[in-house]
């Protein structure tokens, strides 16, 4: 299974950005997906999640700012994120939980957002 992230960027506190994930490869169905976020010298946190295809879950600092949606026809989701703050600055990773038998994660390569005060 592959993932691809895009839509990171460079924007001013107070704006916004859509982060796009979208898989391949895969015949099963993502069970779980979502989005993390490494900032420098800091552990990978969880920003939102969509887990067994409706209960969404977000972290704590984004709530109320970030949305998770996804389109199940076309194995995509997507971060949009509001009200951002230099401290979203971090790279974003999209991920997603599969189960056949047991639970495999994968992952995709990141991609860098960078918001400036």
């Known amino acids: 299974v592959q993932l691809q992230a895009s839509g990171g960027g460079l924007v001013q506190a107070g704006g916004s950005l859509r982060l796009s994930c979208a898989a391949s490869?895969?015949?099963?169905?993502?069970?779980?997906m979502g989005w993390y976020r490494q900032a420098p010298g800091k552990p990978r946190e969880l920003v939102a999640a969509?887990?067994?295809?409706?209960?969404?879950n977000y972290g704590d600092l984004v709530k109320g700012r970030f949305t998770i949606s996804r389109d199940n026809v076309e194995k995509k989701w997507y971060l949009l994120m509001t009200s951002l703050k230099p401290e979203d600055t971090a790279v974003y990773y999209c991920?997603?939980?599969?189960?056949?038998?047991?639970?495999?994660?994968?992952w995709g390569q990141g991609t860098q957002v960078t918001v400036s005060s």
């Open positions: 490869g895969s015949r099963f169905s993502i069970n779980n």
């Open positions: 991920h997603a939980a599969i189960r056949d038998r047991r639970w495999y994660d994968y």
């Open positions: 969509i887990i067994s295809g409706s209960n969404t």
